[in-house]
């Protein structure tokens, strides 16, 4: 049975997002943290979500989509 993997901390965090704007693969940035493409996936989403309800209005939080 596979263990289950998180992006934990806010450093991996960090990493991924650094790495998406710089247009890597999502693939190769999971394999980097070890972690699955889904549970990337899931985590940036979570990350989006949170951005998106403490943006102000007017102002553009977030990460750029890659």
């Known amino acids: 049975m596979r263990s289950q993997h998180h992006v934990g901390d806010g450093d991996m965090l960090a990493v991924a997002l650094r790495r998406g704007e710089a247009n890597e693969p999502v693939t190769l940035i999971a394999r980097y943290l070890g972690v699955g ?30």
């Open 37 to 66: 493409r889904s549970t990337l996936y899931r985590t940036l989403a979570a990350y989006d979500e949170v951005a998106a309800t403490m943006s102000s209005p007017g102002g553009q939080r977030g990460r750029a989509a890659f």
